[in-house]
């Protein structure tokens, strides 16, 4: 498994279709196996509305069967604080961020979205 337990990943559900929910989970591994990770962290879920990544209200566990199509993983930096991280458009950009030196852009080839 190229994920190792203490890591801190963001992932992206492929949508299938454009009507289908925009999530993303950002959180840390807890456990690792053959079919996937157990990890701890937090659910995003695009609101069309606010035109935002709501955040859930607490930590969940997540199983993520990472071998998977349908996944794209992004690995963060281990010190990472996963509680902090939120959404922020930065120069017409949409990252994901601590707040700190943790800066991923999501949408590398597009405006917000």
Do not use: C, Q
Request: hydrophobic share 40%; glycine share 10%; proline share 4%.
């Amino acid at each position: 498994m190229l994920i190792d337990i203490g890591e801190k990943i963001h992932v992206i559900e492929r949508r299938r279709f454009e009507s289908d929910i925009r999530r993303h989970f950002f959180g840390e591994v807890d456990r690792v196996e053959a079919e996937g990770a157990r990890v701890v962290g937090y659910a995003f879920v695009f609101d069309p509305g606010s035109n935002t990544y709501v955040r859930s209200n607490g930590p969940r566990s997540r199983v993520m069967p990472l071998s998977a199509h349908g996944f794209i993983v992004n690995i963060a930096p281990v010190d990472t604080a996963v509680e902090d991280v939120r959404y922020e458009e930065r120069s017409g950009r949409l990252v994901v961020t601590d707040g700190g030196d943790f800066v991923l852009d999501i949408n590398e080839f597009g405006r917000l979205r």
